[in-house]
């Protein structure tokens, strides 16, 4: 079973995890590391995942989340949940990076670049991303000066010039050193 997450380097948003479990003879050409596939690939492999694989689950922790308990932990908490909603145990969690935590008494391994590597990983990668991208195209309806249709959160330079000039909206992340007093512009928090 592999399992990565998105949004780990963002602004504004929540992080994102994916959990897959794909057939054994599960193959496809176009898989690998979402963050190498432009949108149009990644929506269609996001389907195709979706049908094909034996369970899949996407889980998201909150920008509040993470500033509560830092974005490593949120990253391995979205991992945990997303396992959690496959509705069964897998025999052992292939983990995108470095890091994560004992989940269930599963066995785990850390794979470092796994999206390249491990299919069910980039699957995973790929149901992570879509999800998140999907989420901040919806919010970015609400907030359109911070453009998160084009930058979906991460740290652009018109993404900072926005937060210096509008401050933060309850989509951004305060523990990432972006507040807009920073630059010595009273910080304006929108409301919900």
Known sequence: ???DEAGRGCLAGPVVAGAVILPKDFYHPMLQDSKKMNEKAR???RELIKEEAVVWGVAFVSPKKIDKINILNASILAMQQAVGKLGIVPQKILVDGNRFKPYKKIPY????KGDGKIA???????LAKTARDEYMKKIHQKFSQYDWL????YPTKAHREAVRAYGLTP???ETFKIKAEEKGIQQK????
């Open 1 to 3: 079973m592999g399992c």
């Open 189 to 192: 928090l929108f409301n919900k």
């Open 43 to 45: 929506d269609f492999l």
């Open 120 to 126: 069910a990983i980039a699957a995973a990668s790929v």
């Open 109 to 112: 391994e850390c794979i470092i």
């Open 150 to 153: 084009t930058n979906k959160g």
């Open 171 to 173: 989509h951004h992340r």
